[in-house]
């Protein structure tokens, strides 16, 4: 879900579980932004990532000023 994707923090990659975990979304009202943490379990999400997007955003990281 693209409300999932956009909330998404470099505090919610887990290079070495190799995992992104997403709790919150994001969404725009009245031309604000909201972050809003997930109310359910089913909210609470693990994705397992394979190597090569580990590896990309490990570098990615590592590249942030």
Sequence with gaps: ?????????????????????GNKTYSRLHKKRHHNIAKKEKGNRVILLPQFIVDMLADYINRLP
Excluded: M, P, Q, V
Excluded at 1 to 21: G, H, P, Q, V
């Design 1 to 21: 879900r693209s409300e999932e994707l956009l909330a998404l923090t470099l505090s919610d990659f887990y290079e070495k579980e190799k995992s992104i975990r």
